[in-house]
C-alpha cells in the first residue's frame, strides 16, 4: 500500500526566498512520485515526477525535487519564489504496477511581496 | 486537443436529488479516474476505469456510480444527494494506470447540496 504525507499544510515565504514544501511517502515497491500544482478555481497539473534514474528531478517554473530512498521523502524546491508561485501543492504516489495516485492532503503556499 | 473537459462548472443540488457530472477526454487515454476534494482533505479517489465497459470503486464510492461505455467519456452519477458531497470533483485521465503517466485533469465541478 501507498501513502503519501505532506507537512505543513500553509507555507508562507518572502518573494525571492527558497521554497522547501515536504513530502514523505510509504510504499510496500519502489514507488513513483509526483508534484503537482494547483492554481485557485482549476485543476491540477504536473509540475514534475520521478520514476527511475536520477533522483534530482527537475521540473517547470524552476521546481526541482530529490528523491532520497533512505529517506523516503521527496522534498519540492525552487531557489527564488515568486510571485506567481502562490498556489497549492500536491504530492502524490503510484505502484509501477498499480491502478491508483494516492495524494498527499497538499500544502499551500503563499508568497510574500 | 481540449483535454479533459466537465460539465457542469457548478451545480447546486437539492438533498435527495440526483445528477450526472460529464467528463470527456480526447487524448484517448486508457484511465480515467473520479476525484472528490475537500478543504484540507487532499484528493480522494471515488472511482477509476481502465478501459471502455471496465470500473473499479477508490477510497469512497459510497452514494456514487459510474458507467465507461466509450473511451472518452466516464460520467459520475450521485443518487440521492447528501450534504456529505458537497465538494470540488475532478475527473482526470492518463495513458496507463501508476507507472510513469501524468494524470491530466479537468477543471472540477463544484458541488452544493443543500
Known amino acids: 500500500a501507498q501513502s503519501v504525507t505532506q507537512l505543513g499544510s500553509h507555507v508562507s515565504v518572502s518573494e525571492g526566498a527558497l521554497v522547501l514544501l515536504r513530502c514523505n511517502y510509504s510504499?510496500?515497491?519502489?514507488?513513483?512520485l509526483f508534484w503537482y500544482v494547483q492554481y485557485p478555481n482549476q485543476g491540477l497539473q504536473l509540475l514534475l515526477k520521478?520514476?527511475?534514474?536520477?533522483?534530482l528531478v527537475k521540473g517547470i517554473n524552476g521546481f526541482e525535487a530529490e528523491f532520497k530512498k533512505s529517506e523516503t521523502s521527496f522534498h519540492l524546491t525552487k531557489p527564488s519564489a515568486h510571485m506567481s508561485d502562490a498556489a497549492e501543492y500536491f504530492c502524490a504516489v503510484s505502484a509501477p504496477t498499480g491502478n491508483q495516485f494516492y495524494f498527499g492532503t497538499g500544502t499551500s503556499l503563499t508568497v510574500i511581496p | 486537443n481540449a483535454g479533459v473537459t466537465q460539465t457542469p462548472k457548478f451545480r447546486i443540488l437539492k438533498i435527495g436529488q440526483s445528477m450526472t457530472l460529464q467528463c470527456t477526454q480526447d487524448m484517448n487515454h486508457n484511465y480515467m479516474y473520479w476525484y472528490r476534494q475537500d478543504p484540507g482533505m487532499g484528493l480522494k479517489l471515488i472511482y477509476y476505469?481502465?478501459?471502455?465497459?471496465?470500473?473499479d470503486k477508490g477510497e469512497v464510492p459510497n452514494g456514487y456510480n459510474v458507467s465507461r461505455s466509450t473511451t472518452e467519456d466516464f460520467p459520475l452519477r450521485l443518487e440521492l444527494a447528501a450534504p456529505s458531497q458537497t465538494s470540488v470533483y475532478f475527473c482526470a485521465s492518463s495513458w496507463k494506470a501508476g507507472g510513469p503517466d501524468t494524470q491530466y485533469f479537468g477543471p472540477g465541478t463544484r458541488l452544493t447540496v443543500l
Open positions: 510504499s510496500s515497491v519502489p514507488p513513483y
Open positions: 476505469s481502465v478501459g471502455a465497459g471496465i470500473t
Open positions: 520521478y520514476t527511475t534514474g536520477a533522483t
